[in-house]
């Protein structure tokens, strides 16, 4: 966790400096997130994987390829995450620009780097066997 942003999962005990998390809800200092089930990595995961097991590959191959990836595209989410608790600290107005459009698009070309990065690193047809 970058500093000045130490996440964790316990009551705020009455400290608004001290961040706390709750089942959907991230709050640090006056700002909160609510993260609700379109927001979490899950989907973009399950569209990662549904492309590397449609890909002609090794099983093996397929299955390191959805465990790196989905390793890559939870912790593209903290990121996402702890970028946008600091435009909605910082600047509020333009939250919904950045969710929206920045953030969307972004993660939807990671999902898609991550395919091709995959894609690339296959073992070809000689190295199969």
């Keep these: 966790m970058p500093a000045g942003l130490p996440f964790h999962s316990e009551p705020r005990m009455g400290n608004p400096k001290r961040p706390s998390t ?3 809800r991230v709050e640090w200092g006056s700002v909160a997130l609510e993260i609700d089930s379109e927001c979490t990595p899950v989907l973009p995961t399950l569209v990662l994987c549904a492309s590397l097991f449609a890909f002609a ?3 093996r191959w397929k299955l390191l390829g959805a465990a790196a990836g989905a390793i890559a595209l939870w912790g593209f989410n903290v990121l996402r995450l702890v970028a ?6 910082q ?3 333009a939250f ?3 969710h929206v459009l920045l953030w969307q698009t972004a993660t939807l070309l ?12 296959v073992p070809g047809p000689e190295r199969r066997r």
Excluded: D, H, K
Excluded at 84 to 89: K, T
Excluded at 110 to 121: A, D, I, T
């Design 22 to 24: 709750g089942a959907t």
């Design 57 to 59: 590959a090794p099983v």
């Design 84 to 89: 946008l608790a600091l435009v909605l600290r």
């Design 91 to 93: 600047w509020p107005r």
């Design 96 to 98: 919904e620009i950045v």
């Design 110 to 121: 990671v999902v898609l780097g991550l395919f091709v990065l995959w894609v690339r690193r």
